[in-house]
């Protein structure tokens, strides 16, 4: 036996070894396992906020073209410009279309006197003329009012077509678009439009879940952080949150708009600036709380464990509210206590 411990010495060590660790190993586990963590009771200051990013719109904004295609024959405004509200922006060849009301007009002198001339007609013998030919000029006068009528809608056609060949903008604002900005060519109304937007109703837009939009409603604050304006905050109000789904998004989500206050709408905004919103959805100062976490229920009520880590005791509470994550504790818990998990 001793002479098989002398030269198998290594080999029971190695045994010895690996027990060890084995041993060492199981007991750290299972000393993990009983570990429970604790927490320390305080009186803090909760507040729940909800973020959101958004982009710079306008209320105001509109895209005009032409009704019809023609010859572009000026174009009064440029890029960057301000225009008022009712301004002619540019105009169309308005030659041929003249001419054309001329023509229509001219036809509606000819059918007017010819309906005249056939009133006048059937009124000096009506008497004198049998029965078959009073009523062929009845039809004949009726003919003429038709044809009469006619006349009249050509010449109100064209007279749109007349009003249609310069292009006005029925909003005040800045130019920021216009496709063609040289006179002289031809355009169809899909090739040259003009874009014009009132800065003075720009409103911060965000896009809200289903879950953060039904805490949201009019007339609530909140702060914006402009990425171009990272050193201050500036304050938001909200106006409008939409009924529907906004369309073009993966998820379902909802418009938000706030309207700026006038110590934002002083800075120099542009369309499509981005920027990040915070609603503070509740605020408690200096209340007693423990994570949701260590919060138990039963058939009692509401309890928490007190005690030791090895000898937890239930100890009953009453709370009011959770905020970000958080219990407000009302009654059975006070400061510097140590719960248990």
Avoid: C
Avoid at 24 to 45: C, F
Avoid at 218 to 247: H, L, Q, R
Avoid at 281 to 300: F, H, N, Q, T
């Amino acid at each position: 036996m001793k002479s098989f411990i002398k030269k198998r010495w290594y080999l029971i060590l190695f045994i010895l070894i690996t027990i060890g660790f084995i041993i060492y190993g199981r007991n750290s586990a299972s000393s993990g396992k009983e570990k429970v963590e604790s927490y320390t009771v305080k009186r803090e200051n909760l507040k729940e906020v909800l973020s959101l990013t958004g982009e710079i719109n306008a209320d105001e904004r509109v895209s005009l073209k032409f009704q019809t295609s023609g010859r572009l024959a000026w174009v009064g405004v440029k890029e960057g410009d301000y225009v008022k509200k009712y301004q002619t922006l540019a105009t169309l060849d308005k030659r041929d279309i003249q001419n054309r009301l001329n023509k229509y007009l001219n036809s509606y002198s000819i059918s007017r006197n010819n309906f005249e001339q056939e009133k006048d007609d059937f009124k000096v013998e009506p008497f004198n003329l049998s029965e078959t030919a009073r009523r062929s000029a009845e039809r004949a006068l009726e003919n003429n009012q038709f044809s009469l009528t006619n006349t009249v809608l050509d010449v109100e056609y064209q007279n749109l077509a007349l009003e249609y060949s310069a292009l006005w903008t029925p909003i005040e604002g800045i130019v920021t678009h216009v496709a063609t900005p040289f006179a002289g060519v031809n355009i169809t109304p899909a090739g040259a439009d003009f874009e014009v937007v009132n800065p003075k109703t720009l409103y911060f837009s965000v896009t809200a879940e289903q879950a953060d939009v039904i805490n949201i409603k009019e007339g609530m604050k909140g702060t914006i952080n402009f990425d171009a304006y990272p050193e201050k905050k500036y304050i938001g109000e909200v106006y409008y949150v939409s009924f529907s789904p906004k369309e073009g998004e993966t998820g379902t989500v909802y418009e938000v708009r706030l309207k700026l206050d006038e110590k934002t709408m002083e800075l120099p905004l542009r369309l499509r600036m981005t920027g990040d919103l915070e609603f503070v959805l509740k605020e408690r100062d200096g209340v007693i709380s423990i994570p949701a976490s260590y919060l138990k229920k039963d058939k009692k009520g509401s309890y928490i464990n007190t005690g030791s880590d090895k000898k937890k005791i239930k100890q009953y509470i009453n709370y009011s509210e959770e905020v970000d994550g958080k219990y407000i504790i009302t009654d059975g818990l006070t400061e510097k206590t140590v719960i248990y998990d």
